[in-house]
C-alpha cells in the first residue's frame, strides 16, 4: 500500500511536470539504485523508511530550473550527497549541545537534532540553509535548518505531502498555503515570486 501510495503521487507530479513545466521535470535526477541506498545508510548509521526508499528509487534528487526546486515553496528534493552532508552537520550541532548540556538543568537542556531525522527537502537546490526531515521514528515531517529554530513536526507524512502537491498541480484553483504557476517552462509557486515584479508569471491552469 505505501509503496503504491508513494509512487502514485510522486507521478502524479512528474506528469504535471512533463506536460506544463518541461524545464522543471528534465531538473529531476534519476532514481538511485539500491546500492547507493544501501551506502547512505550505512554513512547515516540508520534504515531508510520504506516510503523514502520508494521516492529515491524513482529520484534521486531536483537539481533544480533557474534556481528553483519543484516541491511547494519552490524547495527541492536533497541529492543523496546532500541528504549525508546536512546529516552530518545537524548531528555535529548535536553533538555540541550536548557538551553543553552537562552543564545544564534538565528542563533547559538542548535537542537541536535527532539520530532518526532523515533531510529529505531542502530550501532551494542550491540552498542548504533549511528544510524538512522525515523522522524515521514516527513517520512524521519536521522543519531543520541551520540557525536550529525549534519547530513542531508537521501532520503531513511523506504520503501526505505529495499527495498534497499533486493535488495542487492538478487542481491550482483549489490550492492552499501555496499555488502553483510558470516561469516559461519552470515551475514556480507563488510563495517563492511576486508577480508584480514578475511579469511572466502566470499561474497553472488545471
Known amino acids: 500500500m505505501l509503496v503504491r501510495e ?3 503521487a510522486w507521478h502524479r507530479i512528474t506528469r504535471r511536470l512533463q ?3 518541461p524545464d ?3 531538473a529531476l535526477r534519476p532514481g538511485a539504485g539500491p546500492t547507493a541506498i544501501a551506502a547512505l545508510e550505512s554513512d547515516l548509521g540508520l534504515e531508510v523508511p520504506l516510503e523514502l526508499r520508494v521516492l529515491w528509487l524513482l529520484t534521486a534528487g531536483d537539481d533544480g530550473s533557474n534556481g528553483r526546486g519543484c516541491l511547494p515553496g519552490n524547495r527541492a528534493l536533497a541529492p543523496l550527497d546532500a541528504v549525508a552532508a546536512v546529516y552530518r552537520l545537524k548531528t555535529h550541532s548535536q553533538a ?3 557538551a553543553l548540556n552537562t552543564g545544564r538543568p534538565q528542563d533547559e537542556r538542548v535537542t537541536v537534532w535527532e539520530p532518526s531525522w532523515i533531510p529529505v527537502v531542502t530550501a532551494g537546490p542550491a540552498d542548504r540553509t533549511s528544510g524538512l526531515y522525515l523522522n524515521a521514528a514516527t513517520g ?3 522543519h531543520w535548518s541551520r540557525s536550529n529554530e525549534t519547530q513542531a513536526e508537521e501532520h503531513d507524512t511523506l504520503v501526505t505531502y505529495l ?4 493535488d495542487k498541480l492538478e487542481s491550482p484553483a483549489l490550492a492552499t498555503r ?3 504557476g510558470l516561469t516559461g517552462s519552470t515551475l514556480v509557486w ?3 515570486t511576486d508577480p508584480a515584479q514578475d511579469n511572466r508569471w502566470q499561474p497553472l491552469v488545471g
Open 6 to 8: 508513494i509512487a502514485d
Open 19 to 21: 506536460h506544463h513545466a
Open 24 to 26: 522543471s521535470y528534465t
Open 96 to 98: 555540541h549541545q550536548d
Open 140 to 142: 512524521y515531517l519536521g
Open 163 to 166: 499527495e498534497e502537491t499533486a
Open 178 to 180: 501555496d499555488k502553483p
Open 190 to 192: 507563488l510563495s517563492s
